[in-house]
């Protein structure tokens, strides 16, 4: 079956530090992938997406490339800071498959001190 | 624009209770579905729609119905509520196919059923 799977949190960093939550997947066809992210007492945002292998998708510094050969699509970011305090989800839908629903990872809880 | 509207915010519940969770979009989105969200689970789906008139199944359906008489409301019905049900529930809308699109999340609403 279809599944997403991303590292455990929490993940805790000091502002400025160099973040990667890696995400891998696995799919019957060939999948468009997701970054989600929400930020306490919110719903989710969309933060990036890829639609099909070797694309990068990137948003508010964030970055994430789609990588058929190792079915990764771990997200990225240079120099974090307090604002990017959130849970992040992966996600992968196929497309046609249940008309495209999303099939999400655990999320991964980030929390960057001062 | 109010885009993804979903009330109440919070809910107790007695088991047995039966209750519905309103959600309502604005943009004209054909697509719409639930979610519910637990610790170290992610989101799972509950029931989605492709428009009006049109409901199915996600992965976790036992225990809610939908309908959906409009393009813009989507409620979620609970007929006799139960403890496992405690959770955070996510609305969403898509003006297409979800995964090729973006998914537009609602705030949630938070129900405790004791």
């Known amino acids: 079956g279809n599944s997403v799977t991303q590292m455990e949190g929490p993940v805790t960093l000091s502002e400025e530090a160099f973040l990667t939550i890696n995400c891998t997947y696995t799919?019957?066809?060939?999948?468009?992938l997701f970054w989600y992210v929400q930020y306490p007492g919110e719903g989710l945002q969309l933060l990036l997406k890829?639609?099909?292998?070797?694309d990068k998708g990137s948003n508010k510094g964030f970055e994430a490339t789609y990588r058929k050969e190792t079915t990764s699509f771990h997200l990225e970011k240079g120099s974090v800071q307090v604002s990017d305090s959130a849970v992040y989800f992966c996600?992968?839908?196929?497309?046609?498959?249940?008309?495209?629903?999303?099939?999400f990872g655990k999320g991964t809880k980030l929390s960057v001190k001062p | 624009n109010a885009g993804v509207t979903q009330t109440p915010k919070f809910q107790v519940l007695k088991t047995g209770q039966s209750m519905t969770l309103q959600c309502a979009q604005d943009?004209?989105?054909?697509?719409m579905s639930w979610y519910r969200q637990d610790p170290g689970m992610g989101l799972r789906l509950i029931h989605y729609?492709?428009?009006?008139?049109?409901?199915d199944q996600g992965e976790v359906p036992n225990g809610y119905n939908v309908s959906r008489s409009t393009t813009e409301d989507f409620p979620l019905r609970l007929l006799s509520a139960a403890p496992s049900q405690t959770s955070v529930y996510f609305c969403a809308s898509s003006p297409g196919l979800a995964g090729i699109r973006e998914q537009y999340f609602g705030p949630g609403t938070r129900l405790t059923v004791t």
């Open positions: 943009m004209n989105h054909e697509y």
């Open positions: 996600a992968l839908s196929i497309y046609g498959g249940s008309q495209g629903n999303l099939i």
């Open positions: 729609s492709v428009g009006a008139g049109i409901t």
């Open positions: 799919a019957t066809g060939y999948p468009s």
């Open positions: 890829a639609t099909k292998a070797d």
